[in-house]
Each structure stands twice: as C-alpha cells, then as structure tokens.
C-alpha cells in the first residue's frame, strides 16, 4: 500500500490499524534482516542490537520533548527510553557508539511537523511492544530488567496497555489527508533510519 492512498483505504479502520498496513512490508523485511543477524546467538551479537536500539533511540531523542506531541501524550516524557538503553550497554561492557551527526540528526527530529513526528514514534512504541518477546530471548543470555535487557522490559502498566494508550492518542489525533501521508512516510522514514543501524552494526 503506497502513502499516497493511505488516507482513502479501509476508512472504517483505526488510523493505527491502517498505519500498520502501510508500512507492513518495510516492517517485515526490518524484523527478518534483524533475526538474520543472530543477535541471541551470545551477548556479543545481542550487544549489536543494543547498539540499533542506541542510535535509532539518540536519533529520536528529542521528539520526547516535542510540543505538539506532549500535547496529545500527557505521559511522552516516560517512554523515553535512551537512558535505560544506556545502562544495558554498560553493563554489557560497550561504549556508547559515536555521535557522529547525532546533534544535527536530533535538531531535525525536533524540527518535524505533528504527523510525521507521530510516524516516527509510532515506530519507537512498537518496537516497545515486540520487546517483549525479544526480553524472554534475552533471558536465554542471563539478562534481564536489572542487567543488560532494562530497554525490553515491560512498562509496569503491561506493555499491552502502555500500547493501547498510544494507538487511542495517535487514533483521535486530527489530521488532514496531507498530514495522513505524513505520518506514513515519517513511519516509512524511521524504519529506514533502524534499517540503516542495522546495516552500521549487523554487518
């Protein structure tokens, strides 16, 4: 399903369900070339993937301080993830990957108008929700919420809420037909920017 007709396709379903739709095969393919790398084979290739989650996270950043998304997310502040990402680095004794544009990168997140902004969280959020099948994976490495895994574990309202509570905002959120495009291709954008990461770490 290109953008272009996601505003007009199956108008009875949530936005979120549509969304979904859309960007579906990009989502696919990200998930299988992740799984492709082994990243549960030992925590050295584990710590890889922390290394995706660090940099697409960096690159995000800002967007939890976005007025306009603060606006339709009373609780954005705590989906912020970075930090706990951070900690499981540590633990897994990495540095922290290089900033290299990370300041500029953050400035034009902040920069995005609503929709696209909501594509790109969109993004983020659901990679919260499959965390939790990737947190029972990352036990079979010794890791968990206290060491080496804080970024895949469930919010303490259930992961499935924490989602719900995301899909209902995004859901009633008004948007024009152009801001319906912009949040498919600001989705479309950030599974690119993950693939990207994948690409840098995975290798």
């Keep these: 399903m290109a953008a272009h007709d996601f505003a007009d396709d199956a108008p009875d379903l949530p936005r979120s369900q549509r969304l979904k739709a859309a960007t579906r095969t990009t989502h696919d393919r990200l998930d299988r070339r992740i799984m492709a790398g082994d990243i549960f084979a030992s925590r050295e290739r584990y710590a890889r993937f922390v290394r995706v989650q660090y940099r697409f996270h960096r690159d995000i950043d800002a967007l939890y301080a976005h007025p306009a998304l603060d606006e339709l997310l009373p609780d954005l502040a705590g989906r912020r993830r970075l930090d706990q990402i951070a900690l499981d680095l540590h633990d897994l004794g990495q540095a922290l990957p290089a900033p290299a544009q990370a300041e500029a990168t953050q400035r034009a997140r902040a920069a995005l108008p609503l929709a696209q902004a909501l594509g790109w969280l969109y993004v983020a959020e659901g990679s919260n929700l499959g965390g ?45 037909a152009a801001q319906e495009r912009e949040l498919v291709a600001g989705a479309e954008a950030a599974f690119a920017s993950v693939r990207g990461h994948v690409e840098d770490e995975l290798a």
């Design 132 to 176: 939790s099948v990737l947190y029972k994976l990352a036990a079979k490495l010794g890791l968990d919420r206290a060491f080496g895994a804080r970024h895949l574990a469930a919010h303490p309202d259930g992961v499935a809420r924490h989602w719900r509570e995301f899909t209902a905002a995004l859901d009633s959120a008004t948007l024009s």
